[in-house]
């Protein structure tokens, strides 16, 4: 099953990066993100601030988006090129299938990911416009958080996808509604409940939203939890805890690993038929 696991992990990494969309989506990110760093005038930048702030917008607006049309793409290619029904022939299980195209894709994800952060950081260093090392890190982690949850969460668009068309489709749907019409329709659901219920209603909701989830943690470790509004003050003292981290690392595993599972299931039912 590890061996199986791997040769897909090594030959989804192989097709990843001759993907054109791959270095396209690098291209633009690392464009972006020095950018950012060049129109900022104040020199290595410390904890939550008006770039700070921007740089996980444009993260949170390109790196999901990125992140489900490579991860749908990849199983609805497998389909309409027909490597999935040759694979099935041989003795190779669902669940290494899965796993293996999962790791390889994570890979590309987090090269992509790393040269755009690692030009910003020499091009920073150079101009002495930078971030500073502890806030660096932060924003690299909470990108390649957001993009391993999004990628599960595209292995699903994959697998009820008929075609690339449909998986582009409805990976659109649900980045606009993760991140664009996430705020308007939670504050409009919240509108009609009781005011005892918006509280934990955030709270079960933001769970639900892998994007909101992740952007809450970042803002909060930055120094920034003041911006959220008296709503999140539980989540704010929570990952200001210890145990916060360690909490929000669970919550990955929990998203990845349900989202994944679900995945399997359904290829293993269409496969049985």
Same mark, same amino acid.
Not at 108 to 114: E, H, K
Not at 165 to 176: E, G, I, R, Y
Not at 199 to 213: D, G, M, Q, R, W
């Given at each position: 099953? =590890?061996?199986?696991?791997?040769? +897909? ?35 290595? =930048?410390?904890?939550? /601030? /008006?770039? #700070? ?5 444009? %993260? ?74 502890? #806030? &660096? ?31 582009? #489709?409805?990976?659109?749907? =649900?980045?606009?509604?993760?991140? +664009? ?5 939670? %504050? ?10 918006? $509280? *934990? /209603? +955030?709270?079960?909701? #933001? ?13 909060? $470790?930055?120094?920034?939890? /003041?911006?959220?509004? *008296?709503?999140? &003050? ?13 909490? &929000? ?25």
């Amino acid at each position: 099953m =590890v061996n199986d696991a791997v040769h +897909i992990a090594v030959r989804e990494m192989k097709m990843g990066f001759r993907n054109p969309w791959s270095y396209s989506f690098m291209g633009l990110f690392g464009l972006f993100m020095l950018c950012l760093l060049l129109i900022n005038n104040g020199g290595y =930048v410390e904890g939550y /601030s /008006s770039i #700070t702030g921007t740089m996980l917008n444009l %993260i949170l607006y390109l790196l999901p988006l990125m992140t489900l049309m490579l991860g749908a793409f990849s199983l609805t290619g497998d389909k309409e090129d027909g490597s999935w029904e040759l694979l099935s022939s041989y003795p190779l299980r669902t669940l290494s299938f899965i796993l293996g195209k999962f790791a390889g894709l994570a890979v590309v994800l987090f090269v992509l990911v790393s040269f755009g952060f690692g030009l910003s950081a020499v091009m920073g260093w150079i101009t002495g416009r930078g971030l500073d090392a502890h #806030t &660096y890190i932060l924003l690299y982690g909470y990108s390649i958080s957001l993009a391993l949850m999004f990628l599960a969460v595209s292995f699903l668009i994959g697998t009820v996808a008929v075609n690339r068309w449909q998986a582009l #489709t409805v990976a659109v749907a =649900v980045w606009f509604f993760a991140i +664009i019409a996430w705020s308007p329709l939670l %504050i409009a659901v919240l509108g009609m409940m009781p005011y005892g219920w918006i $509280k *934990p /209603s +955030i709270s079960v909701f #933001t769970l639900f939203n892998p994007a909101e989830l992740s952007r809450i943690f970042a803002v909060v $470790k930055l120094g920034g939890g /003041s911006v959220l509004g *008296p709503q999140y &003050y539980d989540w704010v003292r929570w990952i200001r805890q210890p145990m916060g981290s360690a909490g &929000y690392i669970i919550a990955i595993l929990v998203w990845v690993g349900a989202s994944t599972g679900l995945t399997h299931w359904l290829w293993e039912r269409g496969r049985a038929r």
